[in-house]
């Protein structure tokens, strides 16, 4: 490991390849810190919906949580009059997201001044600054939430292309419980389809998404605290949870200095700007 945390060589490897997986880069406590953190902004939000005091729709609470927190449920299952158990409760949660470094003090301090920083950093380069960051959650032995081969520059478009995602495992990741897949080189295609957050999810806003074979695709099984760095533009999926273990992942998406997202993207950069992998700003 060099002084920031990166393995050797990782930044030829990310640059010829797309991605790079870097070893240990949290400790196992802070992974549980996270984790607790969570869990408390779930239990916050859960009692909110059950009051009415929040909305519960997914695509508009996708648009809310550019700039807040959201905790997007379980729908009821096909001919479910009610769920089996309370709606509102951390087993029926897909995700959390995505300001998570905004309004909360310890995802703030992973994704503003941590050892996930100095990557992220070292990746993008001097003045990189952080679009967006949420936890996708994968609730045992479920299929609600599985991705097919994306790019994430295809929602979050910069011009020059600058995105990079940090993909922080919170759990062990493994094929059982649905790790991430990345198509190695991937990147070299350059960008597919473009999206735009519509009323009922995202919609082609031109483009078309290359074939991808799965086949020459490459899993990466990891520990908690291992975090892959994975370029905007590198195809990559992950298979639903087959396993009775919870899959946890802290996703952070920056953006290199002199980069601006496109009309198109689903985030839009705030007047103050975003703020910086090194900042040090008081939360909201």
């Known amino acids: 490991m060099n002084a ?6 990782a930044l ?6 797309g991605y790079v997986v870097c070893p240990g880069l949290l400790a196992p406590s802070a992974c549980e810190a996270l984790n607790a953190a969570l869990s ?29 927190i959201e905790v997007f449920w379980m729908p009821p299952l096909p001919g479910e009059a009610a769920p089996a158990e309370p709606r509102f409760v951390e087993a029926r949660v897909m995700r959390v997201g995505h300001a998570l470094h905004l309004h909360d003090e310890a995802f703030a301090a992973a994704a503003r001044r941590s050892p996930i920083t100095a990557a992220l950093a070292e990746i993008l380069g001097a003045g990189a600054r952080i679009v967006q960051s949420a936890v996708v959650y994968k609730q045992p032995m479920s299929d609600l939430v ?4 994306h790019q994430d520059a295809a929602y979050l478009t910069s011009e020059p292309p600058a995105l990079a995602l940090a993909f922080v495992a919170l759990d062990d990741a493994d094929a059982e419980n649905g790790a991430l ?3 190695p080189g991937s990147h070299r295609l350059g960008l597919g389809e473009r999206l735009r957050l519509g009323a009922a999810g995202f919609e082609r806003d031109g483009g078309r998404a290359h ?12 520990r908690r605290g291992d975090v892959a760095l994975v370029h905007g533009l590198t195809y990559h999926a992950s298979d639903p949870n087959r396993s009775a ?3 946890r992942a802290l996703i952070v998406h920056a953006l290199g200095a002199g980069a601006r997202l496109l009309p198109s993207s689903w985030v839009e950069e705030p007047e103050e700007g975003f703020v910086p992998l090194t900042g040090e700003s008081a939360l909201a």
């Open 4 to 9: 920031k945390g990166l393995p050797e060589g």
């Open 12 to 17: 030829g490897r990310f640059e010829r390849e």
């Open 40 to 68: 408390r902004i779930i239990e916050r939000a859960g009692d909110e919906h059950a009051r009415g005091a929040r909305a519960d729709d997914f695509w508009r609470q996708m648009s809310r949580s550019a700039g807040a």
């Open 146 to 149: 599985q991705f097919g081969f």
């Open 181 to 183: 897949m990345v198509a």
């Open 211 to 222: 074939r991808i074979d799965r086949a020459r695709s490459v899993l990466l099984p990891m």
């Open 245 to 247: 273990r919870p899959r």
